[in-house]
């Protein structure tokens, strides 16, 4: 039983560049979602997802897309990364009331 | 606009005090109540949380104290330790709004 699972850890883009943010969960956890922290800010919520097909979003969702087409995975799309964007990801998924966080994806864009 | 707001940004402890970060929100209709302890370069893990039909929940040497009519809640760290020392979140309900953070250093 991994938890949440994301990929990758580290990443280093240019600005204008895409990339897609993996989460993978193990919980059968219906409730998956995306924060990015920043210094003094806390957490973010970005978007989330109640169930398979279903994405809503959060506090923050500019510059982001989701999509969730099975209960496991729930990525996280920059389609143009912006300096602004750089953070620290988590992805969580929540069940029986708890929510569990991935170990994160740090964000650099130049 | 926060909907959660957290106090202290940052607080120092001795070892074996107590800590006290509080937490104020505006939304009547949060219903759940967690605090998050966080460690550099992990991901935040549950601690405690509560639901606004207690007034105290005491998990060791954690205690959350919620205020419902204030809409304030609380973390209180008995005995505090020097492994204590991380950032804590508090949150709430429905989609987890999270206050900004707490960095707890616990001296020896």
């Known amino acids: 039983n991994a938890g949440v699972t994301q990929t990758p850890k580290f990443q280093v883009l240019k600005t204008g560049q895409s990339m897609t943010l993996q989460c993978a969960q193990d919980m059968n956890h219906e409730y998956m979602s995306w924060y990015r922290q920043d210094p003094g800010m806390g957490l973010r919520l970005i978007h989330y997802s109640v169930g398979a097909g279903i994405t809503d979003q959060g506090e923050v969702p500019n510059g982001y897309n989701v999509s969730r087409s099975t209960t496991e995975d729930f990525p996280l799309r920059l389609l143009s990364a912006a300096p602004s964007q750089t953070s620290v990801y988590f992805c969580?998924?929540?069940?029986?009331?708890?929510?569990?966080f991935g170990p994160g994806t740090r964000l650099t864009v130049t | 606009q926060q909907q959660v707001k957290q106090s202290p940004q940052s607080l120092i402890v001795q070892k074996g005090g107590i800590s006290i970060i509080n937490c104020a929100y505006e939304n009547t209709a949060f219903d759940y109540f967690p605090w998050y302890q966080q460690f550099p370069g992990k991901g935040p893990a549950l601690l405690i949380a509560?639901?606004?039909?207690?007034s105290e929940k005491k998990e060791g040497r954690f205690t959350i104290s919620f205020n419902k009519s204030a809409k304030q809640f609380s973390l209180h760290i008995m005995d505090s330790q020097p492994g204590d020392s991380a950032t804590y979140f508090c949150?709430?309900?429905?989609?987890?709004?999270f206050g900004a953070g707490t960095r707890l250093t616990v001296k020896p």
């Open positions: 949150a709430a309900s429905h989609d987890m709004r």
């Open positions: 969580a998924s929540r069940g029986g009331g708890e929510q569990y």
């Open positions: 509560i639901r606004p039909d207690v």
